[in-house]
């Protein structure tokens, strides 16, 4: 795995939001691959704690029970960007928290406040082990990572991108194709959730100090790309404001299309 150079290796966070189909989950990935840092996808903590809970057949509607399973869930999410996984009491379930089942209904899940509580605590966590570890740091991606969980790391950035290309990226991650009646089946998905999502954690709108990416019409590598400039910019005025970061990712976002395209890996 590439490492960043010797010099540099104070600990570095990486914070990235956006809604669905930004490309988050797999720009993250390859960032943290790229930069030798760990990677947290805390969307698949929620999941999980989805998943715990029809699988025990708890009422997701029932607030202080699906809490409960959240506080006593022995969870464990595997923070290398070249194999992510999550596993629930020792078994993988990967696999099973990206069912329809669990998309279908994890908003409802991420809208309890009480299990709101209890994973930004294990994602603080999470981040805090991880700037100590032997990567020195990680990219952590979700919903209010640069506003509640990070609001302190060193580089946080807000991923987005048209509504119409978010429901493409996402229409060609899951039906393998972006014609009508994958875009219709698809917009539900995307708008529907992040509407519900948008209830409790603010993801559509850069906070202060956070850097804004419209991915519309960047490839994949452009994206990654902007995002390794706004770290090495960060780097280089050693944790200044990231001002001529900004500029480059306005640059690069207004740039034509490229021909890999965000969101060719699972969902964002
Ligand atoms: O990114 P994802 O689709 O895997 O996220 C799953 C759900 O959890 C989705 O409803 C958004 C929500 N979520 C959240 O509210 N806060 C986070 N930090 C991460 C995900």
Request: proline content about 3%; overall charge negative.
């Amino acid at each position: 795995m590439p490492q960043r150079p010797q010099a540099s290796r104070r600990p570095l966070v990486v914070a990235i939001d956006g809604p669905s189909g930004s490309g988050k989950s797999t720009v993250s990935r390859i960032v943290a691959g790229r930069l030798g840092l760990e990677y947290l996808d805390t969307g698949a903590m929620y999941r999980a704690v989805c998943w715990a809970c029809l699988e025990r057949g708890i009422d997701l509607a029932d607030e202080p029970a699906v809490a409960e399973v959240a506080r006593n869930l022995d969870l464990h999410v595997g923070t290398d960007p070249e194999a992510p996984f999550a596993r629930v009491d020792g078994r993988d379930v990967s696999s099973q928290i990206r069912s329809t089942r669990v998309s279908a209904t994890v908003s409802i899940v991420a809208a309890n406040l009480a299990v709101r509580a209890e994973l930004r605590r294990r994602q603080q966590e999470i981040i805090a082990a991880a700037r100590q570890g032997p990567r020195h740091g990680v990219v952590a991606e979700g919903r209010d990572i640069t506003t509640v969980v990070a609001p302190d790391a060193d580089v946080r950035i807000l991923l987005t991108a048209s509504e119409g290309d978010r429901v493409a990226r996402r229409a060609r991650e899951v039906h393998g194709s972006d014609d009508d009646r994958a875009l219709a089946a698809t917009h539900d998905q995307v708008v529907r959730r992040d509407a519900d999502d948008a209830r409790v954690a603010q993801f559509f709108e850069a906070a202060d100090g956070v850097l804004r990416l419209d991915s519309s019409g960047l490839s994949l590598a452009e994206t990654v790309d902007a995002v390794l400039a706004a770290v090495a910019e960060h780097e280089r005025t050693d944790g200044a404001e990231v001002v001529a970061g900004k500029g480059l990712l306005v640059e690069l976002a207004a740039e034509s299309v490229g021909a890999e395209r965000v969101g060719a890996g699972r969902g964002a």
